[in-house]
């Protein structure tokens, strides 16, 4: 059984930093692409940043960029998101997720296996 589980949110003022990590256990990690998605109050999930199997190709969203960093850790089955000069546009559910597969594509429909999410709030 695939289990994806995020961890490291939480309430941070503006121009702050958070990391973000996800753990994925009952697949083999080196076989998947990985990738972070949020979905704030009233709005569509959107694609964040995605990495491929062995961190050589990386997508960042032009929202992110410059500030987050997206890596991952294959001995310890781990994905992580590095935040930084967090602003309150950054608010919301951020989501793990898994797909089998090359590159960094970061399209919702590439990914099969879901963490349940992690709140990341920012407070002007």
């Known amino acids: 059984q695939v289990q994806v589980v995020e961890s490291g949110g939480g309430l941070v003022q503006a121009g702050g930093s958070l990391r973000l990590s996800c753990t994925a256990s009952?697949?083999?990690?080196?076989?998947?692409?990985m990738g972070w998605f949020r979905q704030a109050p009233g709005k569509e999930r959107e694609a964040v940043s995605c990495i491929s199997w062995n961190g050589g190709s990386t997508y960042y969203a032009d929202s992110v960029k410059g500030r987050y960093t997206i890596s991952r850790e294959n001995a310890k089955n781990t994905l992580y998101l590095e935040m930084n000069k967090l602003n309150p546009e950054d608010t919301a559910m951020y989501y793990c997720a898994a797909g089998r597969g090359s590159g960094s594509v970061c399209a919702e429909r590439y990914y099969r296996y879901w963490g349940q999410g992690t709140q990341v709030t920012v407070s002007s």
């Open positions: 009952g697949l083999t990690f080196n076989d998947y692409r």
